[in-house]
């Protein structure tokens, strides 16, 4: 499963026993993998500010899992057609081991292994330029992904729109790109060449009749130029004054004349615009899905740290000062699994908050003074990390 749940208890005599049963249950019972989750010893200050520092770590960490699954949005978009790779391409630094640095890894062996960046985020700070730092970087990294994607979604809707001109059947699509010049009688003062289109059925009829629709056709004059599943696109020559008198005649016969004008330089026009499209697209594909990978790695791992930061919070404001707790990271092995879980740890660390056990049990108990719902609130600290991010 790519779920994982970070938690905290006590780190006293007692919870690290608990910790050492919940250890016990959940790998006999096969319920979870679980690792000890490393969390630097940060400058606490005030109550006070830590309270509402957990307020704005809460909204920083559902911007940063928005921020994430947007630009997991984004790499599947940019890579259309090869989809299948888009996993490869969601990777994370491979942490701060001089040997993995540079390596990118897959976001759950980053998750298992991480350790908190002090180089980016030195942990001597006080904890609010810690959080700034966060806030200030997922800020940037959303306002450049907007500009960014915004330049190359506008010029990937130009190039469709294009294409779909040059799609569709015979009665809608542009002919620039299946007429030449060679079909039309161009410049003359007294003849025109239009265009038919021909149900398939009809071929025959149209071979016999199309002279005689009307006065002045150009014997001989007619070409099948193209075709589609429904019929054929016929040229014919015929004088400009019964242009209207042959359109009448052709749509009694269920012959339709397609408005169309040859003009070399409009169709040059479109044709070098569906080219600059495709370099520009070209041109662009590669710096972006770059960009789309380094700053993808750099909002998770920073998504991760935030996960860090509230674990800590959380954990002084629940069990109180001096700083001693111990987190864990439980990776549940599959989603049947998750309910026995959550029974294991609500019996294990019962002891750390009475009321909210009970509650747990039982849904009509309220827990005073709090104004979450009794399924967000467990006697142990709780938070939950999805790595689904194409879901």
Same mark, same amino acid.
């Given at each position: ?166 799609? %569709?059947? $015979? /009665? *809608?699509? &542009? +002919?620039?790109?299946? !007429? ?8 003359? =003062? ?40 429904? %019929?054929? $696109? /016929? *040229?014919? &020559? +015929?004088?400009?004054? !019964? ?8 749509? =009694? ?139």
């Amino acid at each position: 499963m790519s779920e994982f749940w970070l938690i905290s208890a006590p780190g006293d005599q007692e919870n690290l026993q608990a910790l050492e049963r919940m250890n016990t249950v959940t790998s006999k019972s096969n319920l979870s993998y679980n690792t000890k989750f490393s969390i630097p010893d940060f400058k606490v200050g005030t109550l006070d500010s830590l309270v509402g520092l957990s307020d704005e770590l809460g909204k920083l960490d559902t911007f940063a899992e928005s921020l994430i699954k947007r630009m997991a949005q984004s790499v599947v978009e940019v890579m259309e057609d090869a989809k299948g790779k888009v996993p490869e391409n969601l990777l994370a630094n491979g942490g701060l081991k001089e040997k993995m640095k540079y390596l990118k890894i897959d976001l759950t062996s980053f998750v298992t292994h991480f350790e908190w960046d002090m180089a980016k985020y030195p942990a001597k700070q006080p904890l609010v330029s810690v959080v700034d730092t966060l806030a200030k970087q997922l800020a940037q990294i959303e306002t450049d992904l907007k500009s960014r994607t915004a330049a190359y979604n506008t010029l990937k809707t130009n190039l469709e729109n294009l294409e779909k001109k040059s799609m %569709g059947n $015979l /009665f *809608t699509r &542009t +002919l620039s790109d299946i !007429v030449s010049k060679e079909d039309f009688v161009l410049d003359s =003062e007294y003849l025109i060449t239009l265009l038919v289109i021909v149900p398939k059925p009809s071929y025959t009829q149209w071979q016999k009749t199309y002279e005689s629709l009307s006065d002045m056709v150009v014997p001989r004059s007619t070409k099948l130029i193209a075709e589609d599943n429904e %019929g054929g $696109l /016929f *040229t014919v &020559t +015929l004088f400009r004054k !019964v242009i209207e008198d042959f359109k009448t005649k052709a749509k =009694e016969n269920k012959f339709t004349v397609r408005e169309f004008y040859y003009d070399e330089k409009e169709i040059k026009r479109e044709r070098e615009e569906m080219s600059r499209l495709l370099s520009d697209k070209k041109q662009q594909y590669g710096p972006l899905l770059r960009w789309l990978k380094v700053n993808f790695s750099e909002a998770f791992i920073a998504w991760i740290h935030l996960k860090a930061l509230r674990v800590f919070v959380e954990s002084v404001l629940r069990y109180g000062l001096p700083v001693n707790f111990q987190a864990v990271l439980l990776q549940p092995h599959k989603k049947s699994s998750t309910k026995r879980l959550r029974e294991v740890l609500n019996s294990v660390f019962r002891h750390l908050d009475q009321v909210a056990a009970a509650s747990i049990l039982d849904a009509s108990v309220e827990i005073p003074g709090l104004q979450l719902n009794n399924q967000d609130y467990f006697p142990y600290v709780y938070f939950h990390i999805d790595l689904s991010l194409l879901d």
